[in-house]
């Protein structure tokens, strides 16, 4: 699966799930976001395995998909300015795929948008860009 065709899965489904149009912000939402993720795996025949002890905001990845030999790590971070853990956690994991999803304010959108973007691909050491792994904000 590459970035683009996870990102297409993600907004697609991310427009009919209603427990996901609420303040981004709030532990409930990471829930929901937890258990929206875990279903688009399913959903794609990736296994999800569940920690026994979850931990949001801790220092594993949030989420890691796995099909066959292929994984893909996933982080979700509600307050965009706190990403630099969660991207030095991506960078150490070797999976094929590294998700970091995050939110901007609507205020001057695109703007913030390419701001963080452009915050993540300082934070990316040379290994990641080099490689043949893909990071997806």
Known sequence: MTAEQWYK???KRSLTAKKLNQKCSTPKYTKHMDTFLRGMAKDLGFEVPKPENPVFGGKRIDQLWRKGNFEIAIEHENDQSGISNEIRKLCKNKSDLKVLITYV?????VYRAHQVARRVEMKLPN????????FLL
């Open 9 to 11: 899965e993600f907004w």
């Open 105 to 109: 304010e609507d205020e001057d959108f």
């Open 127 to 134: 290994s990641v860009l080099t490689a043949r792994n893909f």
